[in-house]
Nanobody
Framework: QVQLVESGGGLVQAGGSLRLSCLAA????????MAWFRQAPGKEREFVAV?????LYADSVKGRFTISRDNAKNTVHLQMNSMKPEDTATYYC????????????WGQGTQVSVSS
């Protein structure tokens, strides 16, 4: 079992930066793939980035966002730079064990708003 708590959301102007954090409570944290997803109003939840055996990004954020993890502190971060209004969404931290398949554990989400 893993419990996830996100923090760091807020309001930022276009071109600005935010850093999201996700604290994971549970054992063997380092064995989990950790990811960020987001959901904008009226849209489906979409993948943003994952860090585990590999690190992958959605094309829409590649080159602007960086996912990183600190296993000693059971945290995963999402550094978001050069932000755009279309990055506005609720951002969710997610975890899965095993490197494949669906993400089984989800945080409650943190709101990110980017003004133009």
């Amino acid at each position: 079992q893993v419990q996830l708590v996100e923090s760091g959301g807020g309001l930022v102007q276009a071109g600005g930066s935010l850093r999201l954090s996700c604290l994971a409570a549970g054992r063997t944290y380092s064995a989990y793939d950790m990811a960020w997803f987001r959901q904008a109003p009226g849209k489906e939840r979409e993948f943003v980035a994952v860090v585990g055996r590999t690190t992958l990004y959605a094309d829409s954020v590649k080159g602007r966002f960086t996912i990183s993890r600190d296993n000693a502190k059971n945290t995963v971060h999402l550094q978001m730079n050069s932000m755009k209004p279309e990055d506005t969404a609720t951002y969710y931290c997610a975890a899965r064990l095993g490197g494949a398949g669906p993400f089984n554990y989800w945080g409650q989400g943190t709101q990110v708003s980017v003004s133009s």
